[in-house]
Antibody, heavy 121, light 112 residues
Framework: EVQLVESGGGLVQPGGSLRLSCAAS????????MNWVRQAPGKGLEWVSY????????YYADSVKGRFTISRDNAKNSLYLQMNSLRAEDTAVYYC??????????????WGQGTLVTVSS | DIVMTQTPLSSPVTLGQPASISCRSS???????????LSWLQQRPGQPPRLLIY???NRFSGVPDRFSGSGAGTDFTLKISRVEAEDVGVYYC?????????FGQGTKVEIK
């Protein structure tokens, strides 16, 4: 069974930093592209960042570019999001989401339960 | 960025009756590889999103056959043939044809 479990969220002051983690199991993590998607309270979904299976290709949404860094450790089956210079508008539930594989194609086929990040003084 | 527009934003439905959600993209979602990467997600209250439909009309593993997707180009539809209580939630369309992936605003399905 595919499982994605996020951790690392919490309350942080504006300008602060947090590092989110996503532990993957039930599939060959190193074969799949991964993403972070966030959802502000009561709002819709916003894609945040993408990383290829090897980690060699990375993309960011303009809203987080230069402040967030995505990475992965395939030996540990883990995905990360380092968030610096946090702003109030970064307050959201952050989900890790697996990119669909060969058959399903480009979509997000599995999602974690999410971790809440609150940026407030 | 491709803008995804869903209608309606709210859909009160009687149990056992059908429901339909439309999604329109600001440009064609046909990829250069010939596929159309339009998917539908369901988010039940307090839950993470869940993939229902991929590539316009393919049901994901474990999705009941009362859910169906259709469309082409820029216009797409999700239909629920007979709404059940467990279908309450917000439904999102999403495109992954062009970077960055973008989502519709969401359509809330609730029981009358």
């Amino acid at each position: 069974e595919v499982q994605l479990v996020e951790s690392g969220g919490g309350l942080v002051q504006p300008g602060g930093s947090l590092r989110l983690s996503c532990a993957a199991s039930g599939f060959t993590f190193s074969s799949y592209e991964m993403n972070w998607v966030r959802q502000a309270p009561g709002k819709g979904l916003e894609w945040v960042s993408y990383i290829s299976s090897s980690g060699s290709t990375i993309y960011y949404a303009d809203s987080v570019k230069g402040r967030f860094t995505i990475s992965r450790d395939n030996a540990k089956n883990s995905l990360y999001l380092q968030m610096n210079s946090l702003r109030a508008e970064d307050t959201a539930v952050y989900y890790c989401a697996r990119e669909g594989g060969h058959i399903v194609g480009a979509c997000f086929d599995y999602w974690g339960q999410g971790t809440l990040v609150t940026v407030s003084s | 960025d491709i803008v995804m527009t869903q209608t309606p934003l709210s859909s009160p439905v009687t149990l056992g009756q059908p429901a339909s959600i439309s999604c329109r993209s600001s440009q064609s979602l046909v990829h250069s590889d010939g596929n159309t990467y339009l998917s539908w997600l369901q988010q039940r209250p307090g839950q993470p999103p869940r993939l229902l439909i991929y590539k316009i009309s393919n049901r994901f593993s474990g999705v009941p056959d009362r859910f169906s997707g259709s469309g082409a180009g820029t216009d797409f539809t999700l239909k629920i043939s007979r709404v059940e209580a467990e279908d309450v939630g917000v439904y999102y369309c999403m495109q992954a044809t062009q970077f960055p992936q973008t989502f519709g605003q969401g359509t809330k399905v609730e029981i009358k």
